[in-house]
């Protein structure tokens, strides 16, 4: 490792102040990535929805958060507005599984600092977290394929659908017996 990385390095530390609140409504996943952020130094604070994280933010104010956008209670953009509120200096990353221009521009009009699509691991989230105003993030080392991204944007609108299968073949502009393939199939990786 060189100087330079090594003054990169400690330009990334953490503050004495390391709460993070994780607000997801996959137990698994919010399980997992709090471990893996503690290991790191973080203070997690784990939450499965908006009315968990209100209640949360009220008594502690976290000084980062890592936020899914869709939750089941809710939308991921209340809890950045109650984050807010109670602190305005908190860094907020949105994770979502349905990554999208307009979600990202809402989430960032709301006070993230980034947004990040799933699956994202801890080293990404920790990079976003700790990222210096202004720099530029490094391109993901596994982005999703072509394939999985065609796969998500399907599933995103045929779950705006109400899973109505004509109505979102007619929506993508696709014959409805194709699009019940591509539903049938697995998600590409």
């Known amino acids: 490792m060189t100087s330079l990385d090594d ?35 973080f203070q997690p604070i784990l939450a499965g929805g908006v009315s968990d994280a209100a209640t949360m933010i009220k008594d502690i104010a976290p000084a980062f958060a890592v936020v899914d956008l ?7 953009l209340q809890v950045v507005e109650h984050i807010r509120q109670k602190r305005d200096d908190c860094r907020v990353v949105m ?8 979600t990202a521009v809402a989430a960032v009009k709301a006070g993230a600092i980034d947004y990040l699509s799933k699956p ?12 210096r105003p202004g720099e530029r ?5 596994n982005p999703m ?22 109505e979102t073949a007619r929506r993508l502009g696709m014959h409805r017996r194709t699009l019940q393939r591509i539903l049938a199939k697995r998600a590409p990786r």
């Open 7 to 41: 003054a990169r390095d400690d330009d990334r530390s953490l503050p004495p102040d390391a709460t993070l609140l994780i607000v997801d409504d996959d137990e698994p996943f919010r399980t997992r990535l709090g471990r893996a952020l503690e290991k790191r130094g």
């Open 95 to 102: 994770l979502t599984g349905y990554g999208n221009i307009a």
């Open 145 to 166: 394929s072509a394939d999985r991204v065609r796969w998500e944007h399907i599933q995103r609108v045929y779950e705006l659908c109400d899973h109505n299968v004509s």
């Open 137 to 141: 993030p490094d391109p993901p080392e």
């Open 70 to 76: 869709r939750l089941e209670d809710g939308d991921g």
């Open 120 to 131: 994202a691991d801890a080293d990404d989230v920790e990079k976003a977290l700790l990222a």
